[in-house]
Nanobody
Framework: QVQLVESGGGLVQTGGSLRLSCVAS????????VGWFRQAPGKEREFVGT???????DYADSVKGRFTISRDNAKNTVYLQMNSLKPEDTAVYYC?????????????????WGQGTQVTVSS
């Protein structure tokens, strides 16, 4: 059972930056694909980006060029660097982990989830 803990959320002004962290209890976290998703009030959870076991990244069009995912396997941690934040980025951000090798953009592909961290971007 992999436990994930997100942190780093907060309140930031438009154009600001935040870095979210997703720390795993699993020592072999490097074997997992890790995805970031977000859920705004009244909306469904949506894909933000993902990082593969070989550090290949993929992003939703809405965040491409502004968000960057990276991982530090020695710390069992995946990061989501968010720059040029917009009010529409306001949401609870979740990280998920999976051993699957396909369909990284689908919520159903992920077996493990963190509790989420709130990001609020003020205009």
């Amino acid at each position: 059972q992999v436990q994930l803990v997100e942190s780093g959320g907060g309140l930031v002004q438009t154009g600001g930056s935040l870095r979210l962290s997703c720390v795993a209890s699993e020592r072999t976290f490097s074997n997992y694909v890790v995805g970031w998703f977000r859920q705004a009030p009244g909306k469904e959870r949506e894909f933000v980006g993902t990082i593969s076991r070989s550090d290949i990244t993929d992003y939703a069009d809405s965040v491409k060029g502004r968000f960057t995912i990276s991982r530090d396997n020695a710390k069992n941690t995946v990061y989501l660097q968010m720059n040029s934040l917009k009010p529409e980025d306001t949401a609870v951000y979740y990280c998920g982990a999976t051993l699957r090798t396909v369909a990284y953009r689908l919520i159903s592909s992920y077996n493990y989830w963190g509790q989420g961290t709130q990001v609020t971007v003020s205009s």
